[in-house]
Structure formats: C-alpha cells, structure tokens
C-alpha cells in the first residue's frame, strides 16, 4: 500500500523513563479500515506507544503523522480532536454518574448548558446501531465490567472517532462478552474505522486482526499480516524463543490432606448466598482445580478459606487445625500462600516499594524490635526477586512502575519463598502474556512435585486440565462433582458447569 493510505504514522519513536527504555526507536504504520493488533509480553512498550500517540506521553524523538500530517500533542484532548479515542484497561469512568454523563463528560460546547436530553437520544441510537446494550440512564456503578467497557465504546463512537485504540480489552470480559466486542469492532472496521488492540493474547489476536506489530523489550521486532504467521511464530517472536504451550506433569506421590473443606457455607458482598454446603479436599502433592464459569462463588470461596470473609456455616481445616472464621494473620502463621485473583486491589499495596511488598508476610523475621533491619531485609527482596525474574532496576522501585507480568510474578515470589504447605492460586494467570503464563504455571507444577497442596482456582478451562490431577466444579456455589483429570471429558465438565448435577468422584 501507498503511504497516503497509512492514517497513522508513528516513525522512530524513542520514549524513556527512569532505567529504561520503553520505545526504542519504534515504527508502527495504521492502514485505513484495518484492525492492527500491536502484541508483545507484558512490559514490552505497547502501552507507552500508544500513550504517545494519543498525547498521554510526549515522545524524546521521533514523529507521529495523522492523515498524513505531522502531528505533536500536548494531552489527550488534542488527539481526541484529531478523532482518536482511547479505551484503557482500567476505565476512565465517574461511578457516581449516569451513562449520559460519563459519555459527554469534558466535551467542549459553544452553549453554557448542554443539552442532556439530546445527548441521551444519541447515545441511545448509537448503542442500538452497535449493538452496544447499555441504558444510557444507568449509573455506572451498576453496570458490569463488560458493560462499562461498552460505556467506553460510545464515548469514543459519540466523539467521533476515526482511530480507535483499545489497551487489553478483553482481560476482565467472559468469553461471551468478548465474542461481542469482537463483533462490534468488526461493525466499525466495515465503516472504515481504524482499530489498534493491543494484547498479548495470541488467540485472540488471531482471530480479530488483518496486521500485527510485535514488540518485545521496547524493541520492534516483526510486523507481519495474519494470514502469514501462526501462533507458533508470534511465540516465539514475543518472547525471543521457543514457547512449550504444553508442560509435562510427571506423577507425584499424594500426601495426606493439607486442606479439608466440609459442608462450606458463605454469603457474598450483597449478603446472598454464594457458597452452598461446600466439600472437598487438598492432599500433599496434588492440584485440585476449581472449574466454573465466574461468578459462580470462586472470589468467595478464595476469601474463606484465606480469612477474608466469614462462614455462615462448614468447617475448615489446614494440616490438623481448625481454621474456620481466623484472622488472615492467622492463616499466614500457619504457612498457607496465596494469589490473589485481584494482584493491585489484594496482592500488593501499590505505592510502597518492591521491597516493602516482598517482605511484607515477613517483617517479623526482619524486625529488631521495633525497627526494621533493612540490609537483611533488602538482601532477602533482592534474592526472591532476581530468583522469580521479577524485572526492575531496583528494590526501592514504587510497585506501581511493574507491568502485570512482574506484579503476579512478585507475588509468587514472596508466596513460595516462604515454603508454604498449602497454596491458593486464584486466577494465577489471568491478564498474563504467553511467557509469564508459562512460568507462572511451571512453577505451580513444581511446587505439586515438592509435595505441596495447590488449590487451583481458574476460569480458564484449559488451564484446569492442563495442571489439575483432580477437578471440581462449581455452580452457583455448590460442587458439581470432582473428577480425576485424567478422564476427564469437556462434555461431562461442561454439563456440570451449566448446573447438571454429576456428583461423585472417579
């Protein structure tokens, strides 16, 4: 194609922060009516990127043409004059506010007082054209994740934008509701729209993409069209080697129960019920995965079994001790590990330093009275984080500068440096690149061959059989049936999933 068909030209782009280097001298062209999908591991500079591009980042070099000419924006503001928009992957919205309201939010008009109604008229004709289902009277604090990214949608769709860039789209959507993105940005691709999605899920980019731009450590590395690669290649391109999509998971001897779990009853945030008469076991050496579409009372039942929501019923109990309705301190004390599903909300305290959170289930070991002995401490942080390859310049780093790769990773670190008997892994893999996903899980399998439980909590299926030796599913709170993954078949687990009632265990 002819350069004037590019509607975005972003040529030698150099963007730096302190220690590293985000964009590397990156060239990234965007065809008219095309979805280009930028891909690359968590941290490798797709973000940044397209920060610059839509003003969010001024770049040390380089040069951005939009529709051929050349551009240079100061904020966001400029680029959504020149009929960009931006969904990002944590969502730009005021909960406290109606549809209406978040969509025509920080729009400049001529009058004093905009015209509500008619803005709502509009919104609601777009939302019915896209087939964006949304009531545009709705606070946003009632809405689903799913439904506030639509909100995210109609702002850009209201203000007209010709170039859409979505960061991580589907990373909090169910696999219905991202069948329905897909569909919509394929609705605005026939218009001739323009869409980046970046992503690091290869699957996915598969399936929606014309054009993909491979990065990896703030490097270029491929730009290649779909119909010429395979998922195989685009591995290997994002991560710089070979990826092995399927772990061995040799037989481990089976200990005695490290978690037992009877007759386990909680209600969720609402005060409903979210778990029904729960029961099952972890023994020593095993992973027992819990299989179920989300919401189904996986959060809940994460947050009972490490003291963070109270019983209404059952008993729990870890390696001999009754644990039932103890304190997180407590549960800690007695050697379980956890991940989190939530790694900025739960996992880690943002603001502190990498270190702070590497140590932070430790201070007592590290503490002289009432004082920190921080050259003791600091040495520990920095052998777990080199140990898990956690990437930092530096232990006395905000957490917050980790992309979502190196926060999961610096969970784990500080999760299995302690050693624990039993580990509850809540959605250890959610949001991860293909590389990380990989490790992540290695490491899982690994702490199985140790002889230690791992309850392994996923709502990605193939993730469940691929590491599980036996799996439970669960249903609007109560377990379908367990069943040894080995035999197991995705028509019996699917069944169970959708409510039909196959109780015993094989």
Known sequence: ???????????????????????????????????????????????????????????????????GKRVLFDSPQDAIAMRIGMIHQHF??????????NVILGLRSNRVVVDEASAEKRIGDLASSYGLKVEPHSFIWQLSVGEQQRVEILKAVYREAHILILDEPTAVLTPNESKDLFRILRKMKDEGKSIVYISHKLEEVMEISDTITVLRNGKLVANVLKK???????????????????LSKPPTK????????????????????????????????????????????????????????????????????????????????????FIPEDRVGVGLIMGLPILNNAIIKKYRDFSKGPLLDYRVASDYAKHIVSEYGVKTPNIAYPTRT???????????????????????????TRGLDVGAT??????????????????????????????????????????????????AKLEDIGLMMAGSKRMGES
Request: glycine share 10%; charged share 25%.
């Open 92 to 101: 730009m919205l005021v909960p406290a506010m109606n549809v209406t309201e």
């Open 402 to 428: 980790l992309s979502g790769g190196n926060l999961q990773k610096l969970i784990l670190a500080r999760e299995l440096a302690r050693d624990p008997t039993l580990l509850v892994a809540s959605q250890p």
């Open 254 to 337: 089976i200990g005695q129960p490290v978690l037992q779990v009877s007759n386990l009853s909680a209600l969720n945030d609402r005060k409903m019920p979210a778990l029904r008469n729960v029961s099952f076991d972890v023994k020593g050496g095993e992973i027992l995965g819990i299989a179920g579409v989300s919401g189904n009372g996986q959060r809940e039942l994460a947050d009972v079994l490490t003291g963070r929501r109270k019983v209404t019923g059952g008993r729990i109990n870890v390696c001999g001790t009754d644990v039932t309705d103890v304190t997180p301190r407590e549960i800690v004390d007695l050697n379980v590990g």
């Open 228 to 246: 010429d690669t395979s998922k195989v290649e685009l591995a290997k391109m994002m991560v710089g080697r070979e990826v092995v999509f399927t």
């Open 1 to 67: 194609m002819a350069n004037d068909d590019f509607v975005v030209e972003m040529r030698d782009i150099v963007k730096t922060f302190p220690g590293v280097t985000a964009n590397d001298h990156i060239n990234f062209q965007l065809h008219r009516g095309e979805i280009h999908s930028l891909l690359g591991e968590n941290g490798a500079g797709k973000t940044t990127l397209m920060n610059v591009l839509y003003g969010m980042y001024r770049p040390e070099s380089g040069e951005i043409r939009v529709n």
């Open 438 to 487: 990989e490790e992540i899980r290695a490491k899982l399998l690994d702490e199985r061959a140790r002889g230690r439980g791992v309850l392994l909590i996923s709502e990605d299926l193939d993730e469940i059989l691929s590491l599980s030796d036996r799996i439970a599913v669960i249903f609007q709170g109560e377990i379908m049936g367990i069943i040894d993954a080995e035999s």
